[in-house]
């Protein structure tokens, strides 16, 4: 039995390297949102523009391992879209992110809200749902006030 390369031999090495490669660049790239301590609440210095208004703002605690509090801001404009935006502090780095493995290990519709997760500091900020109108229309304001803080 001789050994020659095969066809076979080439797409299999092509598949792992399909799998390999994009995988570590992944790795090697993205790196972990620094846990630091921030004075405020970050969704609380967002500036909405006209026709949007904050007509609910509720003190909340998940109860989640590490939770220390957060707020809870209903988002309205003047077409009564509506928009949930919560926050909460963390302990530790480990428990924020512990928060957000499980958050993403769950379906939609299974454990998990049609929204997404912002990591800022030691806050998590949940939005839900994730990218309708409102949100696009005062995403400069928020991404400004975020850098700023």
């Not at 003047?78 to 379906?107: K, L, M």
Request: glycine share 8%.
């Amino acid at each position: 039995m001789t050994l020659t390369p095969r066809m076979e031999h080439g797409l299999v090495l092509l598949l792992v390297l399909m799998v390999l490669i994009p995988c570590g660049l992944v790795i090697a790239i993205v790196s972990e949102v620094p846990f630091r301590e921030i004075p405020s609440d970050p969704a609380e210095r967002v500036v909405l523009p006209d026709g949007y208004t904050v007509t609910l703002v509720n003190s909340t605690t998940w109860s989640l391992p590490g939770a220390l509090g957060g707020k809870t801001y209903v988002i309205m404009d003047r077409n009564g879209n509506r928009v949930i935006v919560a926050t909460q502090a963390f302990a530790s780095a480990e428990e924020r992110d512990a928060v957000i493995r499980v958050y993403n290990a769950n379906a939609i519709g299974r454990g998990r809200q049609a929204g997404g997760l912002i990591v800022h500091g030691q806050y998590i900020i949940s939005v839900t749902p994730a990218d309708p109108d409102i949100i696009q229309a005062h995403r400069a304001a928020v991404a400004s006030a975020l850098s700023e803080i």
